[in-house]
Structure formats: C-alpha cells, structure tokens
C-alpha cells in the first residue's frame, strides 16, 4: 500500500548539482526514517544519506560537505541535494523509508525503484 515515488535523476557534468526527492504515497501510518542509497556499476548498495526522527542526518563519508538530506514532513517527503558532483556518484540511486502503514503497528522497510545518476568528466 506504500508506494515511494523517485524524481530528479539526470545527466550532469562533474561540478554540477542535482536535486532528487522521493515521496511517500499510500496508506502511511507514519515514517520513522527516510534516505537515499545508491549502488554504482560493479558496487555494492551503500548509504548515501539518512534521516531518523529525532536524530541528526546520516552521511556517507565521501559524500559529506557536498550532499545534504532533508526531509518534508507534512508531504511525506525526502530530499537528496547533491552538490560538487563527481564521476564516482554516478549510480542508481534509491529511495528508502521505513513506514509504518496505516492500520498497521510494526514499522516496515519500503524501497524506490531508483533513479539513475550519471556525472560526466
């Protein structure tokens, strides 16, 4: 019933900036945690970015002073603003958020499709 909804992927040269955001749609009780992974050609499926409630945002370190999470509330939305970019952030990036639908009592893990991010030299 929950549905993430991913936007913003692109081509940009390396320098450049992009934006993604992620929606949460459906029958949503209430989400604990919203972030972005992401997984590089011949990579494995890393954590690029977090929000929990209540807590400060999560970073992974080679993306630290350059991308910066934030996160709507009231429309059930995350943010990925991806500054400074590089060849190597060039990956599908994923949308993740830990929801628990409405109805529901128990917190559960919802994945985007992706969105694929290509930085050119």
């Known amino acids: 019933q929950v549905h993430l909804v991913e936007s913003g992927g692109g081509l940009v040269q390396a320098g450049g900036s992009l934006r993604l955001s992620c929606a949460a749609s459906?029958?949503?009780?209430?989400?604990?945690?919203m972030g972005w992974y992401r997984q590089a050609p011949g990579k494995q499926r890393e954590l690029v970015a977090s929000?929990?409630?209540?807590?400060?945002?999560q970073y992974a370190d080679s993306v630290k002073g350059r991308f910066a999470i934030s996160r709507d509330n009231a429309k059930n939305t995350v943010y990925l603003q991806m500054n400074s970019l590089k060849p190597e952030d060039t990956a599908v990036y994923y949308c993740?958020?830990?929801?628990?639908?409405?109805?529901?009592?128990?917190?559960?893990?919802?994945w985007g499709q992706g969105t694929q991010v290509t930085v050119s030299s």
């Open positions: 459906g029958m949503i009780g209430s989400i604990n945690a």
């Open positions: 929000e929990t409630s209540g807590e400060s945002a």
């Open positions: 993740n958020a830990v929801v628990r639908p409405f109805g529901d009592n128990y917190y559960r893990n919802y």
